[in-house]
T-cell receptor, first 120, second 112 residues
Framework: GAGVSQSPSNKVTEKGKDVELRCDPI?????LYWYRQSLGQGLEFLIY????????KSGLPSDRFSAERTGGSVSTLTIQRTQQEDSAVYLC??????????????????FGPGTRLTVL | SQQGEEDPQALSIQEGENATMNCSYK?????LQWYRQNSGRGLVHLIL?????REKHSGRLRVTLDTSKKSSSLLITASRAADTASYFC????????????FGTGTQLKVEL
C-alpha cells in the first residue's frame, strides 16, 4: 500500500510569512507524529496525534507552531511568522495505535519523505 | 535534547566487510528502533527490538539490546555500496508517550 506522503517536498519562504505543511499518513494508522531535523539539533519530536487529538505537544518550539488533524487522517503543521531558525526538514510519521494487541508492527513508526523548509 | 549517543559518528569500510554501530541511551525504554536515512530525507525503518528482547535478525541486519547497560548495537553483515547512509537509533521511552527520541546518528560509507 501507499506510504506516508508529505507536501510540498520543498518550500522556500521569506522571513515573517506563514507556511503550511501537509502530511497524509498510511491508511488505517491512527497515530501521527511530526518531527523536524535541523543541523545542530538532530531529529526532534514536535507533536503527536492519536486520532484527531494531540496528547503530546511538548516538542512544539514556540506558539508560532501549531498542528491539526482532521478526520483522523490528514494533518497540517502551520508555522506562523517564520524565522530563519525554522529552516529544517519537517518529517511526518504514522503508526498503528499502541493500544491494539499484536506484534511490533503496531509500534513501528513509518516516515514520509519530509518537507525541506528554507526561510530566507 | 538527544536521548541517545551513537558511536562511531562516522564509519568507512570496504564492500563485503561488516559494519557495527552502537547506541546508548539514558532512561528505560519500551522499545528501540533503528532507521536508515539517505541524503537527509525520509527515514526507512529497519528493525524494532522490544525491551524484553535481546537480539533480533532481519536479513543482513542483526540488532542486540542490553537494557542493563542501556545500549544497543546494529550489525550489517557483508556490506554493499548501497548501504551507504546515515543510521539512527530511536528510543520509545517508558512513560514518554509514543514519541521517539533519536540518537545522533552514524554516517556509514561503504566503498567499492
Amino acid at each position: 500500500g501507499a506510504g506516508v506522503s508529505q507536501s510540498p517536498s520543498n518550500k522556500v519562504t521569506e522571513k515573517g510569512k506563514d507556511v503550511e505543511l501537509r502530511c497524509d499518513p498510511i491508511s488505517g494508522h491512527t497515530a501521527l507524529y511530526w518531527y523536524r531535523q535541523s543541523l545542530g539539533q538532530g531529529l526532534e519530536f514536535l507533536i503527536y496525534f492519536q486520532g484527531n487529538s494531540a496528547p503530546d505537544k511538548s516538542g512544539l518550539p514556540s506558539d508560532r507552531f501549531s498542528a491539526e488533524r482532521t478526520g483522523g487522517s490528514v494533518s497540517t503543521l502551520t508555522i506562523q511568522r517564520t524565522q530563519q531558525e525554522d529552516s529544517a526538514v519537517y518529517l511526518c510519521a504514522s503508526s498503528l495505535w499502541r493500544g491494539l494487541a499484536g506484534g511490533p508492527e503496531k509500534d513501528t513508526q513509518y516516515f514520509g519523505p519530509g518537507t525541506r523548509l528554507t526561510v530566507l | 535534547s538527544q536521548q541517545g549517543e551513537e558511536d562511531p559518528q562516522a564509519l568507512s569500510i570496504q564492500e563485503g566487510e561488516n559494519a557495527t554501530m552502537n547506541c546508548s541511551y539514558k532512561t528505560s525504554i519500551n522499545n528501540l528502533q533503528w532507521y536508515r536515512q539517505n541524503s537527509g530525507r525520509g527515514l526507512v525503518h529497519l528493525i524494532l527490538i522490544r525491551s524484553n528482547e535481546r537480539e533480533k535478525h532481519s536479513g543482513r541486519l542483526r540488532v542486540t539490546l542490553d537494557t542493563s547497560k542501556k545500549s544497543s548495537s546494529l550489525l550489517i553483515t557483508a556490506s554493499r555500496a548501497a548501504d551507504t547512509a546515515s543510521y539512527f537509533c530511536a528510543t520509545d521511552l517508558t512513560g514518554g508517550g509514543n514519541k521517539l527520541t533519536f540518537g545522533t546518528g552514524t554516517q556509514l560509507k561503504v566503498e567499492l
